[in-house]
């Protein structure tokens, strides 16, 4: 059942992203790929992308992939909890706010936003018995806030830092326009 709801909201949010697409002329894209710190998943480094589509009147619209791991090894045991999240997510950039402030920068591109999307959790472990061990992570839809902004290097590339919730408190990474 949960394969079978993870694959419909995918075909919802794919079809409703085409739909877009197809009423409104495209400005720009932005592939965002970075890194996560103070991950929510209590440990390691989570790593994700996304990909945002100009909508129009400063919004963007697009979906992401993040994913986080943490575990233990010692004397020849080894266990993980493994993390992705993936789904789509939606922003309002604050740009002509930025000008009625005279505060003229097109390189700087704060925005605020939240995402909708599907976490998965699963543990594994070398133990060659059966054990009945639950995790305490859950898998299910999720909701998630952010707060960042994008500076543009060049033409093409950028940087982009964002604090929120989602897989981690913050995440930094860089940014291609096309």
């Known amino acids: 059942m949960k394969k079978i709801s993870v694959l419909l909201f995918c075909l919802v949010a794919l079809f409703t992203f085409s739909q877009a697409q197809a009423q409104t002329p495209v400005k720009n894209k932005y592939l965002n790929a970075?890194?996560?710190?103070?991950?929510?998943?209590?440990?390691?480094?989570?790593?994700?992308?996304?990909?945002?589509?100009?909508?129009?009147?400063?919004?963007?619209?697009?979906?992401?992939?993040?994913?986080?791991?943490y575990g233990?090894?010692?004397?020849?045991?080894?266990?993980?909890?493994?993390?992705?999240?993936?789904?789509?997510?939606?922003?309002?950039?604050?740009?002509?706010?930025?000008?009625?402030?005279?505060i003229n920068d097109s390189k700087f591109d704060p925005y605020v936003g939240a995402s909708l999307g599907v976490r998965t959790a699963w543990y594994s472990d070398n133990d060659e018995y059966d054990n009945d061990f639950n995790s305490p992570y859950n898998s299910g839809l999720f909701l998630g806030i952010h707060v960042g902004s994008r500076y543009m290097f060049s033409e093409k590339l950028g940087g982009f830092a964002e604090v929120g919730?989602?897989?981690?408190?913050?995440r930094l990474g860089i940014t291609a326009k096309f």
């Open 165 to 170: 919730y989602g897989v981690s408190a913050l």
């Open 34 to 69: 970075g890194i996560g710190l103070a991950a929510y998943t209590a440990g390691g480094v989570p790593i994700g992308a996304s990909l945002e589509v100009d909508y129009k009147n400063n919004i963007s619209i697009g979906g992401f992939v993040d994913y986080a791991r």
């Open 72 to 102: 233990y090894k010692a004397a020849g045991y080894r266990w993980n909890y493994n993390f992705l999240y993936f789904g789509a997510r939606g922003s309002y950039h604050l740009g002509e706010l930025m000008k009625d402030l005279d």
